[in-house]
């Protein structure tokens, strides 16, 4: 089983509609949750953190944790051209020598269609 | 405040050359992460530098092998270039163990080997 898992997608979503990303992880020690956005070609960027079970909202994004079922998924409201782009799901992971690293998922490739 | 800077940006080698990338973190920031990403994937881990020495390292062989100067800076070294080396080299710089506020990663190297 992958640390970290997402759909790879591609995720297609009408411009203004909601764009629903998911992830799920095996680490059940996990406390650190982070969605990146990366556009092609480039590194990616920090978009949102979340480290307590529910919501937690930042302008048009939403992210959602539920460490009970291991899952953390994020949510773009009037999604928009800009938005097209690969998110990425990142999760701290303990490692066999009981340190921390920051894992990631693939990916989901998002296009938002005019 | 300059942000975490790599190069070179593009380098192009050959099968069986070394290559050294280099990282300066985000100022402030004292301790460097690299990951590999290979197209279409997600960031591995590779190892992660601080207080000038290796405090953790991914599934990575020892062809891949780092250095943090005093002032924080890093280099990856690779070894023995293999075709599937080609991929983007990302640094991410964090302050100690705070890296659980999220990395800030450089724009990256893109490595193809020939």
């Known amino acids: 089983q992958k640390e970290v898992e997402q759909n790879s997608g591609p995720l297609s979503v009408p411009e203004g509609a909601i764009a629903s990303l998911n992830c799920t992880y095996s680490d059940r020690g996990s406390q650190s949750f982070f969605w990146y956005r990366q556009y092609s070609g480039k590194s990616p960027e920090l978009i949102m953190s979340?480290?307590?079970?529910g919501d937690k909202e930042d302008g048009r994004f939403t992210a959602q944790l539920n460490k009970a079922s291991q899952y953390v998924s994020l949510l773009i409201r009037d999604s928009q051209p800009s938005d097209s782009a690969t998110y990425l799901c990142a999760v701290n992971c303990w490692t066999n020598f009981g340190n921390e690293k920051l894992t990631f998922g693939t990916g989901t490739r998002l296009t938002i269609i005019p | 405040d300059a942000g975490v800077t790599q190069s070179p940006t593009h380098l192009i080698k050959t099968r069986g050359q070394q290559v050294t990338l280099r990282c300066s973190p985000k100022s402030g920031h004292d301790t460097v992460s690299w990951y590999q990403q290979a197209l279409g994937q997600g960031p591995q881990f590779i190892f992660q530098?601080?207080?000038?020495?290796?405090?953790q390292r991914g599934n990575f062989p020892d062809r891949f092998s780092g250095h943090q100067f005093p002032n924080y800076s890093s280099e990856l070294n690779v070894n023995a270039l293999l075709l599937g080396d080609s991929a983007l080299y990302l640094c991410?710089?964090?302050?100690?163990?705070?890296?659980?506020?999220?990395?800030?990663f450089g724009s990256g190297t893109r490595l193809t080997v020939v």
């Open positions: 530098y601080y207080e000038e020495e290796e405090r």
């Open positions: 979340i480290y307590s079970n």
């Open positions: 991410a710089s964090s302050l100690g163990d705070r890296w659980n506020y999220g990395y800030t």
